[in-house]
Each structure stands twice: as structure tokens, then as C-alpha cells.
């Protein structure tokens, strides 16, 4: 355990030289904001929101924006600020929760193929290849179809499609990481193979993760929406793919219901996206001196 | 390793890759909480059907079977296309899915060859000048629809240009009693939103694949020597890069088919095309299993094909894959 | 003595990086004659691949020509416009380069890359051209040149590769051929066939050849004058006699000793390493490593002095014995 503890401090140390490469980059810092300023709103939400988020008011039903309803409201007259607001946190539960089974799942996974190689590497990554082709997303409509639609299962469900990507990623930085001299010098001098895996392949390995997983982020958002598009959701929380899907029945008569929803997705999942590329870039300082 | 054997191989893996999507198809409904009677009755308890019904039922579908024997006679049926009878529609299954396949290929094609073209011609305009306006431009553009659901674009898209502006049909397929030319025409009126919307996300992926491939070919060692021959600009571009950049895209374009198919789903349902995704929408709703796993199959079959093709093409295109 | 057909007056590269200003070259003059072969020799980070680069007008950014001038044939390279050094490339002046396999298109035959360049420079049609490659890829001695004229770079090997980019390069009959570390990549056997080759290139076809390698044996059996380069400046210049058997500086005299001979019992190196080319040491970039520097070299660089006939050192105080 310690092994990992050290390791970490050492990602730490270098993080403050990445840090200063990172808030070079403007967008990226916004970005940071963003999610944070969204997070807040997911956290805070019983105290921001003005309305119950499932309180109707059929008198007011499809009001424009305005001074009471600023974003408007829906076809039962639920507030549609109160719901983006409560949406927020379906996006962050479901965004972390998928990535971090991705990464438990992948990681594993990966750092079991890339190090040992051989008949384990071979199986675990023709599975990956059958992942890889298979319509995922189908598999996961099906599944919600038959195992019922409750966000936990949603999340399970995306995790479980989700990580042959993050796996194959770890395996091909193993790959190449353990061909380099400083592992084979680690080797040489009879490290044991947990240090080899910890102290010296992983922490090198986990930039280009990092990056993934924020982008693993925001798809996993997206996959969640488009599920609840389709009526697949948790019909029992407030998610954005829901409102969306909400919007589809009164059609063309309140162009505030999907706009809101649809855009804060975008935000949101742009953001992360945004953040990874900034992550990605202070990576790879030696490129921007071809600008 | 000539081409022929590529493809035979490809074929090869394929069929296999067929043979275990079937397998988990069979595994999730054994899987799923209940009785698969319940799923076939769709959801519908046993007790309100008559005892005999049950048993023919239970027969045909070989449930008093061993599962490795349910499991053969389950494949059996796929390749017979014995798909069963839809309980909504009350028709045989496989009949609804071919009626509706061709709409769906048609969307998907149209969206794919939007994203293609675009996206790839774009992305390698963006390389020849990397950072200027153009670039800058399009980069953020594909950014921005990166990360935006296009579904939801396409419900922006009905609202503006359909109901505001009432330029295009918001939803379905043909106007009602359109015959010969008006069909066509009115086909394609209904077309033209689905498909660029299917295909502006496409657009913004392939738009920067493209233009990180070429830049990364263009800092490659060969180009010197192109340069050392007296190229010009164009001669290094799209006679040396070009060709290089496109290549492994190939690859990816492949890996992305899945992601193409399930976008042709969402399209239909916000534009109710009436395609298999469609279909598949209306039957999860209504928990119409038999249809479900048809539709299930197709488009199983569908993405294989497509990854196996762009695997074929690119070992036909790539000279160190045959040699 | 009739014009050089190159003649590089104080040329000037550098590299604007995050870490500061890189002189890869900093004031290098020399000359080549009609049907010479000159050789380059220098470590890494001695800025011959840069000087032959910037003969080309190929330095990729971040780097810039600053100064200086390279005549050819009269005309002075570094005043031209980009479509007339366009024009120079591959016809008057051609390239090849160090590793075969990245600097050849993988996915082009190597019949259409070596056609590619007859085509643009001599305007012959593809039937024409073609039947030129075939007959350059016999001159460098490719065999069953008329069917490998349709094979991939990656079915040659190493050695053939390298004649393919020798092909390339001699396709259009130069004037002046840049050989960039055309053995490096080489096994000792194929190496010495491309000094054949390339020996007959110049007797033969009579084409002035610049070669560039950081292996003595190679210059030495080849060149015939011979630029001793150090962190972006010459150190000496002379005929391959003059520098291998009385070479007079330091530089030169260390470089030779570090050649493994049978019978020495340790290997002598020169004392100190090379320093980091942004932070070039004042005045002799040699100096910090020099056995006989004194106050004098750190404070001044040495002009180059012709110290014997054609034989010119860039140093204080040079090794006369």
C-alpha cells in the first residue's frame, strides 16, 4: 500500500509543473469553471433552485420566460430552471460514476494485459475487440429494456460498455512504457513486480488516462441523455435527457423546453471535453513550440 | 497475403462476431429477471392465458429444453429468420424489420457519406494552414458540435426550419399520397434534415482526425525528401500526405460505425423516420420483445458488416498489408 | 583556379526555441570545387545537418536563416525566391538522406518516387520517366530493376533502400549531390558498397558530392577535402591528407585519437562532454575541453587561417609539429 502512496506523491510533486502548463491555457481554465459553477448548482441545489423540481402548475403550462419562470416552464408547468438545476446532478452522478468504473474495470484490465502479456493479454483483449465492434449501445438499451431503468442500472450499464476503451489505452502505454530503459533498468535491479507496476509504469501511464477520462466523461453524459431521450431514463429523478425527451410531446409550441436542457448538456460536456484537451496539450509542452 | 484472402478472413471473423452477438442476445433475455414466458407474452402474466396456449407456447419455443439445446435451436431460428410474430403489430417480426431496413440504409449511408466528405475534405483544408482563421474556425466548430447531442440539434433544427420558418417537413417520410416525381421530391424534402443532422456529428469527429493525421504526416521524415525533390506545396500535400493521413483514419472510421448506427436510431426517433430505429423505439416502449431482439440482430449485422468492409478497404488501400 | 561551384560565405542558422536562441550554425564558410567531394564531419550538435539543410533553404521551423551566403554556380542561394529554389531542388542540387525507411513514401512504389522527381524536374511524360527510374536504379546498382521498379519501400532492405534515395537524388543529374549520413543506418559490409557507389557517382558522372557523417573511416576513404565542424562553427579544412595525418587542432587531433586501434588497452576520449548548444561557451566553442587553451581562447573567438596551403585551422594556437 505504501507502493501506490508514493507513487501518488510523486504524480502530485510534477502536477504543480503541469498546473503552471495548464492555466497557460484560457479556455481550459473557463472550463474548469464551468464544471465547477455547474457542480455548486448540483450541490446546492435545495437551497438555488426556486421551484420543487416535480411541483406542477397546470395554470402556467408552457409560460415563456419570465420574471417568475426565467427559463420558462414545461408542458405540466414544472419550472425549467428548477429542473436544469436538479438535472445537474443526474450529470455529475452519472459523468463520475461510469469513469470510475471505467477506470476500475480498464485499468485493471489493462495493466493485467500489458504486463503480463501472453494467453491472459490474448483473451482480454479479444473480448475488447468484440466490445469494440459490437453496438454497444443497443446492448444497453436492450439491457435497460429487460433489467428495468433505474440510474443505478444505467450507470452500471454504461460502465460495463465503457471500459474496453480505457483498457485497451493503459495496455498499449504498458506496452510501450516496458520496453523503455528505466523500466528495464528496474528490472534489471530485481524490483519486485508491484514496484515496477506502481512506481514506474503507472504514474507515466496515468496522463494519457486522465485525458481519456475526461473525455469518458463527457460521452458518458451523453449516453445517459440520449438514453433518457428515449424514454429509457429513470423516470423517478429530474435528468436533462429526460426534458428532452419531455420536450419531444408539445413539439414546436415552447422553443425554451428543449433549448435549455439540450444547451447545458452541450456546456457541460464541451467543458470536459475543453479540459481534457488543455490537459492534453500541457502534456505535450514540446508541441506548442511549433506555434 | 492477396486481397482475397483478407476478405475471406474478414468474412471469417464476421461470422463469428455474428455467432456471439447472437450468444449474448440469447444470455441477456435468460439473464433478465422473470420468466422468459413473461417476455414472449410480453409482460403479461401466464394466469390470464389458457393452460394449453402455455404449453404450444413453451414447445415451440423449446423452453423445456436444456439451455445448450435452447441455445442451438435459438440460432437456428435467427438463420432461418424465424423471428416469431410481434404481439403489438401482429405480424411476423422479420417482415415488419425488412420493411423498414431500407429507409434506415438509406439515412445511414446519406449521414455517413455527409460526414465523410465533409468532415475529411474540411479537416485536411484545415491542415494546409494550421491556426488560421479557417482552422481556428472549424476547430471550434468541431468542438462545439463534439460535444452537443445532435439529437437535440435536430430538435433545434425542426423548430427553426420547419416551424418557424416552415422551409423543410419537420417529421416522417413522404408527404401522404405523393405519387412517381412528387414522391421522390417529397422523399427527399424529408430527408435532408435527418441526414445532415446525422451527419454534422460525424462531420465534427472526422473534421479533426483528419486534420491532426496530416499534420502529423506532414512532419514526417518522407516529406523531406519530397521537398528535396523540388515538390511544390500542393505536390507534398495531396500527393504525399494525403494518401498517408487517410489511411489509418480507415481504421477509425470503422471503430466508429457503431456510433453512426446508434445516431441513425436517435435521428429517426426525433424525426420519426420511419426506419428500424424507429421501430425499435416504439417496441421498447411497449416491451415487444420478440421485435426488440430482431431489431437487435439487424443491427448487429449492420455494424459488422460496415467494420468488416472498412477493414477490407483498408487493407486493400495500405500496399504493406498485401506485399 | 576556376570558380567553386559552391562557395558558403559565413552562414548563420538558428533555432528560436522555449529554452532560448540555438546557433546551430554560426559563421561557417567553405568552398566546394567542380568534381570535389567534400566531407562534413562533426558529433551531434556540430550543425552539419543544419548547414547542408540551409543549402537546400529546408531548415524546418523554428529555424531561420540569419545570415550569410551560399553561391552556387555564381548566384547567391539565400537571395532567391521560393520558385526559384523550387526549381534548383532536385535538378541542380539534390538531397538523400540518413534513415531509408522514414524518408522514403511508404505507400508509393519506388519506381513512381524516383519518376516522381524526373517528371517535375525534366518534364518527361510517365512512360519516359519510368524508363529513366528504371535506368537510374541500374546505375546504383538495384537488381531486376525492371520488376523491383514496382515494389514498396518496405520489401527493400536497408542497404537498398538507401541506393533508392541515392536514385532519387542523382535521378536528374545534379550538380551538386548533399549526401546526409548516407552509412549511418548501415551494416559494415552495405556500408562500404555505398562508398563504392558513391565513389563512382563522382568519378564517373562527375557529380561534386557533400557528405555528411560523424564516421572518420567513411570521410576518410571518400572525401577529398575535408570541414572539420564543433558546435556550429569549422574547426580546420584540408585536403583528407592534411587533416588526418597533420591535423593541427585540438579538436581534430582528439577526434582522431578516439578511433579504437588493435593493441590500445583503453579507449582515449576527448576530456569533458559536449555543452548544451544554447549556452555555447565564449569565444572558442572548443575551449572548456582544449588541452592548450589559455585566457586568450575563452575571450576571443579564432579567425580561420590558411596556416599551410589550403589547409586552414581556426584556433590560436594549432599543432605545428
Not at chain 1, 26 to 52: H, T
Not at chain 1, 219 to 248: H, K, Y
Not at chain 3, 124 to 139: C, F, P, S, Y
Not at chain 3, 161 to 169: D, K, W
Request: with cysteine; glycine share 8%; hydrophobic share 45%.
Amino acid at each position: 500500500m505504501s507502493l501506490l502512496k508514493e507513487s501518488l506523491l510523486e504524480t502530485l510533486l510534477s502536477f504543480k509543473d503541469f498546473s503552471r502548463r495548464f492555466v497557460r491555457h484560457k479556455f481550459a481554465v473557463l472550463s474548469v469553471c464551468i464544471v465547477f459553477g455547474l457542480a455548486l448548482l448540483a450541490v446546492f441545489a435545495d437551497i438555488i433552485s426556486p421551484y420543487p423540481p416535480l411541483e406542477q402548475d397546470l395554470l402556467h403550462r408552457y409560460a415563456a420566460p419570465n420574471v417568475l419562470h426565467l427559463f420558462g416552464t414545461d408542458r405540466f408547468g414544472r419550472d425549467i430552471l428548477s429542473r436544469i438545476i436538479y438535472g445537474a446532478r443526474t450529470s455529475f452522478y452519472v459523468g463520475f460514476s461510469v469513469v470510475a468504473i471505467c477506470l476500475l474495470m480498464g485499468v485493471t484490465v489493462g495493466c493485467v494485459s500489458g504486463y503480463f502479456g501472453g494467453m491472459p493479454d490474448e483473451l482480454l483483449m479479444r473480448t475488447v475487440d468484440v466490445f469494440l465492434v459490437l453496438p454497444t449501445f443497443f446492448l444497453v438499451l436492450v439491457a435497460v429494456a429487460l433489467f428495468g431503468s433505474s440510474l443505478f442500472n444505467v450507470v452500471i450499464i454504461i460502465g460495463v460498455t465503457s471500459w474496453p476503451t480505457i483498457a485497451r489505452l493503459i495496455r498499449a502505454e504498458f506496452l510501450s512504457l516496458r520496453e523503455r530503459d528505466f523500466v528495464k533498468a528496474a528490472i534489471v535491479s530485481r524490483a519486485s513486480r508491484s514496484y515496477i507496476i506502481f512506481r514506474e509504469i503507472l504514474p507515466n501511464a496515468m496522463y494519457s488516462t486522465v485525458v481519456q477520462s475526461t473525455l469518458e466523461i463527457g460521452s458518458a453524459i451523453l449516453t445517459e441523455a440520449a438514453l433518457s431521450f428515449l424514454g429509457l431514463g429513470d423516470p423517478r429523478i429530474v435528468s436533462w435527457g429526460q426534458m428532452l425527451n419531455d420536450a419531444m410531446y408539445g413539439l414546436g409550441q415552447a422553443w425554451w423546453d428543449p433549448l435549455f436542457p439540450g444547451l447545458f448538456i452541450g456546456i457541460l460536456v464541451l467543458a470536459f471535453n475543453v479540459i481534457g484537451d488543455g490537459i492534453n496539450d500541457a502534456l505535450n509542452p514540446y508541441l506548442r513550440e511549433l506555434k | 497475403m492477396s486481397l482475397t484472402s483478407i476478405i475471406a478472413k474478414k468474412a471469417a471473423v464476421g461470422f463469428i462476431l455474428f455467432i456471439i452477438t447472437i450468444a449474448v442476445n440469447f444470455t441477456l433475455i435468460h439473464l433478465a429477471p422473470g420468466d422468459p414466458i413473461t417476455y414472449l407474452l410480453a409482460g403479461q402474466t401466464a394466469e390470464g392465458f389458457p393452460r394449453g396456449y402455455i404449453d404450444e407456447i413453451k414447445a415451440k419455443y423449446g423452453l423445456d429444453q436444456p439451455i445448450p439445446i435452447q441455445f442451438l435451436a435459438y440460432t437456428g431460428q435467427v438463420f432461418r429468420g424465424d423471428f416469431g410474430d410481434s404481439f403489438y403489430h401482429g405480424k411476423p417480426v422479420l417482415d415488419l424489420v425488412l420493411e423498414r431496413l431500407p429507409n434506415t440504409l438509406i439515412l445511414t449511408g446519406v449521414g455517413f457519406a455527409i460526414s465523410v466528405t465533409f468532415g475529411l475534405l474540411l479537416g485536411v483544408r484545415c491542415a494546409k494552414k494550421p491556426y488560421s482563421k479557417f482552422d481556428n474556425f472549424f476547430s471550434i466548430f468541431s468542438l462545439i458540435f463534439w460535444s452537443l447531442p445532435f439529437f437535440w440539434v435536430g430538435i433545434m433544427f425542426i423548430i427553426t426550419f420547419s416551424i418557424y420558418y416552415k422551409l423543410l417537413p419537420a417529421q416522417g417520410m413522404v408527404d401522404v399520397g405523393a405519387q412517381g416525381f412528387e414522391y421522390l421530391a417529397s422523399y427527399l424534402r424529408h430527408l435532408t434534415l435527418p441526414a445532415i443532422t446525422l451527419g454534422l456529428g460525424g462531420i465534427a469527429i472526422y473534421l479533426r482526425l483528419a486534420r491532426a493525421s496530416m499534420l502529423e504526416q506532414l512532419n514526417l521524415d518522407y516529406i523531406k525528401t519530397a521537398w528535396a525533390k523540388g515538390c511544390s506545396f500542393t505536390e507534398v500535400f495531396y500527393g504525399h500526405a494525403f494518401k498517408n493521413a487517410l489511411l489509418p483514419l480507415i481504421t477509425i472510421i470503422a471503430l466508429r460505425m457503431r456510433f453512426l448506427i446508434m445516431g441513425a436510431l436517435l435521428v429517426e426517433t426525433t424525426f420519426a423516420w420511419p426506419g428500424i430505429g424507429r421501430l425499435l423505439y416504439e417496441s421498447i416502449r411497449v416491451r415487444d420483445y420478440g421485435l426488440i431482439q430482431c431489431i437487435f440482430i439487424f443491427y448487429s449485422i449492420i455494424t459488422i458488416v460496415l467494420s468488416m468492409a472498412a477493414d477490407i478497404a483498408y487493407a486493400a488501400v495500405d500496399p504493406r498489408l498485401r506485399k | 583556379m576556376k570558380d567553386p561551384l559552391l562557395r558558403v560565405e559565413n552562414l548563420q542558422t538558428s533555432f528560436e526555441l522555449h529554452a532560448g536562441t540555438l546557433n546551430a550554425v554560426d559563421g561557417v564558410s567553405f568552398q566546394a570545387n567542380k568534381g570535389e567531394i567534400i566531407g562534413l564531419i562533426g558529433e551531434s550538435g556540430s550543425g552539419k545537418s543544419v548547414t547542408a539543410l540551409s543549402i537546400m533553404r529546408l531548415v524546418p521551423l523554428p529555424g531561420k536563416i540569419l545570415g550569410g551566403h551560399v553561391y552556387f554556380e555564381g548566384i547567391d542561394l539565400l537571395r532567391n525566391s521560393d520558385d526559384q529554389m523550387r526549381k534548383i531542388r532536385g535538378s541542380k542540387i539534390a538531397m538523400s538522406f540518413q534513415d531509408p525507411m522514414t524518408y522514403l513514401n511508404p505507400v508509393m512504389t519506388v519506381g513512381d518516387q524516383i519518376a516522381e522527381s524526373i517528371i517535375i524536374n525534366q518534364g518527361l511524360d510517365k512512360t519516359k520517366a519510368r524508363q529513366r527510374a528504371i535506368e537510374v536504379m541500374e546505375t546504383v546498382k538495384i537488381p531486376m530493376s525492371s520488376e523491383r521498379v514496382n515494389d514498396y519501400p518496405h520489401q527493400f532492405s536497408g542497404g537498398m533502400r538507401q541506393r533508392v534515395l541515392l536514385a532519387i537524388a542523382i535521378s536528374c543529374h545534379p550538380k551538386l549531390l548533399i549526401a546526409d549520413e548516407p552509412t549511418t543506418a548501415l551494416d559494415i559490409i552495405t556500408q562500404a558498397e555505398i562508398i563504392a557507389l558513391l565513389k563512382e557517382l563522382n568519378t564517373h558522372q562527375g557529380i561534386t558530392t557533400l557528405i555528411i557523417s560523424h564516421n572518420l573511416g567513411v570521410i576518410a576513404k571518400l572525401a577529398h577535402t575535408v570541414v572539420i565542424m564543433y558546435l556550429g562553427m569549422i574547426m580546420e579544412i584540408g585536403t583528407v591528407e592534411d587533416v588526418f595525418k597533420r591535423s593541427r587542432h585540438p579538436y581534430t587531433k582528439g577526434l582522431l585519437e578516439t578511433v579504437p586501434r588493435l593493441g590500445l588497452e583503453t579507449l582515449p576520449t576527448i576530456k569533458g562532454e559536449i555543452p548544451n548548444p544554447i549556452n555555447r561557451p565564449s569565444g572558442c566553442p572548443f575551449n572548456p575541453r582544449c588541452p592548450y587553451a589559455q585566457g586568450k581562447c575563452q575571450a576571443t573567438k579564432p579567425p580561420m587561417l590558411e596556416i599551410e596551403k589550403s589547409h586552414y585551422v581556426a584556433c590560436f594556437f594549432p599543432i605545428m609539429t
